[in-house]
């Protein structure tokens, strides 16, 4: 039986086990809206903006092990998704994002709502396929579920032409797939473990750095077995958080601009670096030369050939799968005799908790007259037993929760690192809440990043989202106002956030609940009622002190040791 | 330093601006480019003559091979290889000028595949050294139109890149 293109793509679909699909209609898609309409294994989702459909499915893919699935239109379904799609490639997450296209007759034609969606994405995806054939459809969509999980992981665009998903032709799911010119990377080269761990071993001060890889490559099992053998310090990168439990004494806490003391001393000072899926990103090493005057030998485990040497040189490069390069080393560990030097160790914990008492780990001074954002989070961590999925925009806010809500697990912190878009929050905790039911999920955010996607308050309506908004409204874009402060003379310029909405009687329009919080000591109570109401959507507004800077603070082109401190200023 | 890289990519629409766009986007220099397709249509080879320090031209590599369309890659200056490149040459050829540009043309091993009394056209392989002495020997005053189809490279022996 021949089928049309819409149907086929839909029956990819369930082959690919999708339980969710984000996404908008519109005149492009029109067939495929109409075979979702005919079928009830795929569900959909309708957001109010299609940067939030994958923003939410980014959401959806981080907190699972799922790929995540948006559709949106041809023209400006397309160009809103990109934002989306970004950030998604930035942070690695897998993600198949299916688009309208004109018909293909139509094409190159200025046609209505055309633009060139695979070259409009093509700098910021994995891959992307225009399916000219309806007969190319299964494989295409084969390939792409393929790609974007496999490897380092990412979004992959399949542009579908309106008359592609009427034709018809025999439906066959591919069994396999096998792309000739791709071969992603899976174990290490075992004489390259070998030495590695004999590298580590022979390391006078050691120091291991997690990234996003070994979240993406489900191996937080693996990183803490390996810290808590080997005993060195470990830290994570603003992705990595969860890898390593942040109540394992190794845990140093985040590095980089806004990392540690202890964090950030230790990795200028180490002289045997074993990097784990992390790729030195300029936010984390600020000025290479500078880390570079301190010899060290790196270690590197990735499995993306072109993060390894891409900002600093590497002695010891692993290409492969951090899940499985990690057990091998830790195979190599065991069955050797030897272990790190006793004294040598505990020169250098001497040496750390030294830069961790002068850094005092963070800090901040409370108050009883000012609700101090970091309070906040110490106490949502508190109440929600660190247990809670938590997703954020971009800004102070975010940089606060990273290091106060410490993260026991991963894929439990979601944040777009890479793009720093704003706006992610909400739609992020939509994907999340959606293939977590039941889990408890809140969006930090600002007063600023809310507003870029505040319409989703009408999906999360619709699909009964019991989302924890936390806004910690400082009346600022206050991350923005925090470099004029420092580097710009106080010179506020179009930082302050005039003519806000009353978040309360917003979130009561959209049909949720509304909270204003004013002083420190309603924060507790408030949380506490706010996360009791386990079905409905509660919007806090707390009002925080907008003065507040996040610190420490490596400021952007320095080294990791020129790093403000709170008390220095 | 100048660096000749090979590669064998899917012949499909889109596979060279995905190379293209590379180069633009992470600001790798470009000096020539050139790609047709090889005894399998499947197939296009393409050769690249870029220059970078050895860091930039890892990361060339790495990004290039990053590309799911690209299927196997060579960097030929690593090794023994030879280049090539096609030039035609047009240059005014009247009066006294024409035996000395006959004769140039012979010693570059150069062919006249075109002339009328006041033009020649000259084609050229070679490498690109070659060429570029070549119009610099006739000069900027006598050259009409110069096309040349950017450096073919392919490795010495058993220097191979096939699928
Ligand atoms: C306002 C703001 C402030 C920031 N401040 C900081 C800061 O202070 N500190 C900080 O750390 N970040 C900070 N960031 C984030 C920063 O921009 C980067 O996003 C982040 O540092 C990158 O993390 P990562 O190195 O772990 O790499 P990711 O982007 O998570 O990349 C993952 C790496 O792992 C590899 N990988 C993927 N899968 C596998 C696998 N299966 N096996 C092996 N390898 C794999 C990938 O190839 C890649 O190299 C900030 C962001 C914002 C918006
Ligand atoms: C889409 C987008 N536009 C601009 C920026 C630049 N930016 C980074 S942080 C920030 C301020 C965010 O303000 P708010 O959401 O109130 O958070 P706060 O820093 O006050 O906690 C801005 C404008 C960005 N990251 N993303
Ligand atoms: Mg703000």
């Not at chain 1, 291991?208 to 060195?232: E, H, K, M, N, W």
């Not at chain 1, 590197?300 to 040189?313: E, F, G, L, M, T």
């Not at chain 2, 000749?4 to 766009?21: D, H, Q, T």
Request: net charge negative; aromatic share 6%.
């Amino acid at each position: 039986m021949e089928l049309t293109g819409a149907e086929i793509l839909i029956r990819c679909l369930q082959e690919e086990q999708v339980e969710y699909v984000f996404g908008y209609p519109g005149g492009a898609v029109l067939f495929i809206y109409d075979e979702l309409f005919k079928q009830d294994k795929v569900k959909h989702v309708l957001v109010r903006h299609e940067q939030a459909a994958v923003h939410a499915a980014d959401g959806y893919a981080r907190s699972s092990d799922k790929v995540g699935v948006a559709l949106v239109t041809s023209g400006p379904g397309l160009t809103n998704a990109v934002t989306g799609i970004a950030t998604a490639y930035m942070d690695s997450t897998p993600m198949v994002v299916i688009s309208g296209q004109v018909p293909t007759g139509a094409i190159g034609e200025d046609a209505f709502q055309e633009v060139d969606a695979v070259g409009i994405t093509r700098p910021c995806v994995k891959h992307n396929y225009l399916v000219k054939d309806v007969k190319d459809i299964a494989s295409t969509i084969k390939k792409a579920f393929y790609l974007a999980k496999s490897g380092r992981p990412g979004p992959v665009l399949v542009d579908i032409p309106k008359d592609v998903s009427n034709h018809r032709t025999a439906f066959e799911y591919p069994a396999s797939v096998n792309i000739r010119s791709y071969h992603p990377a899976g174990k290490g080269d075992s004489g390259q473990i070998r030495h590695a761990a004999q590298m580590l071993l022979e390391a006078k001060r050691p120091m291991i750095y997690a990234g996003g890889g070994v979240v993406l490559s489900d191996a937080s099992a693996q990183l803490t077995d390996l810290v808590r053998l080997l005993g060195f310090p470990c830290t994570n990168t603003l992705m990595g958080l969860g890898g390593l439990p942040a109540s394992d004494k190794h845990f140093v806490g985040m590095l980089g601009m806004h990392g540690t003391y202890e964090a950030n001393m230790a990795m200028q000072h180490c002289d045997v670096l074993l990097a784990v899926g992390a790729r030195f990103d300029d936010r984390v090493i600020g000025n290479v030369e500078h880390f570079a005057e301190v010899p060290r030998k790196i270690i590197h485990i990735d499995i993306d050939p072109s993060s390894i040497a891409k900002r600093v040189k590497v002695d010891l490069p692993i290409v492969g799968d951090v899940n499985l390069v990690l057990d091998e080393l830790l195979g190599v560990l065991r069955s050797g005799r030897q272990v790190p030097g006793a004294a040598d160790m505990a020169a250098w914990w001497k040496q750390v908790n030294e830069w961790r008492a002068v850094g005092g780990g963070l800090r901040y001074k409370n108050s009883s007259e000012i609700i101090k954002p970091q309070f906040v989070i110490e106490k949502l961590h508190e109440i929600t037993g660190g247990d809670a999925f938590i997703t954020t925009d971009v800004g102070q806010h975010q940089m606060w929760t990273a290091q106060y809500y410490k993260f026991e697990k991963p894929r439990r912190w979601i944040t777009s690192g890479g793009l720093g878009t704003m706006g992610f929050g909400l739609p992020a905790a939509m994907g999340v809440q959606m293939v977590n039911p039941g889990a408890t999920v809140a969006c930090v955010t600002g007063e600023g990043s809310i507003q870029m996607n505040i319409q989703e308050l009408s999906t999360c309506k619709q699909f009964r989202l019991p989302i924890k908004i936390i806004a910690l409204n400082n009346g600022y874009l206050g991350m923005v106002r925090q470099w004029q402060e420092f580097f710009h003379g106080n010179r506020y310029s179009e930082t302050y956030m005039n003519a806000l909405p009353d978040f309360v009687k917003l979130a009561e329009a959209y049909g949720h609940v509304g909270m204003r919080v004013e002083k420190p000591a309603d924060v507790e109570p408030a949380l506490k009622e706010a996360f009791a109401r386990k079905h409905d959507l509660v919007f806090m507004d707390f009002r925080t002190d907008p003065t507040e800077n996040v610190y420490p603070m490596v400021p952007g082109g320095r080294g990791l040791s020129e790093i403000i401190l709170a008390e220095e200023l | 330093m100048r660096h000749i890289i090979s590669l064998l990519m899917e012949n499909e629409a889109g596979a060279l601006s995905r190379v293209a766009g590379l180069f633009s986007a992470r600001g790798y220099n470009i000096e020539s480019l050139s790609v047709a397709p090889t005894e399998d249509p499947t197939l296009s080879r393409m050769t690249i003559v870029t220059s970078g320090s050895d860091a930039v031209i890892e990361q060339i590599n790495k990004q290039l091979n990053k590309l799911v369309d690209v299927a196997a890659l060579i960097d030929l200056s690593e090794g023994g290889h030879l280049e090539r490149e096609l030039m035609l040459v047009k240059v005014r050829a009247e009066g006294g000028a024409r035996e000395g540009l006959k004769r140039m043309a012979d010693t570059f091993r150069g062919r006249i595949i075109d002339e009328t009394d006041h033009t020649y056209t000259i084609e050229l392989t070679g490498s690109c050294a070659e060429l570029d002495s070549l119009l610099e020997k006739i000069g900027r005053d006598l050259i009409l139109e110069t096309v040349r189809t950017g450096a073919s490279g392919i490795g010495c022996g058993d220097r191979i890149l096939k699928l």
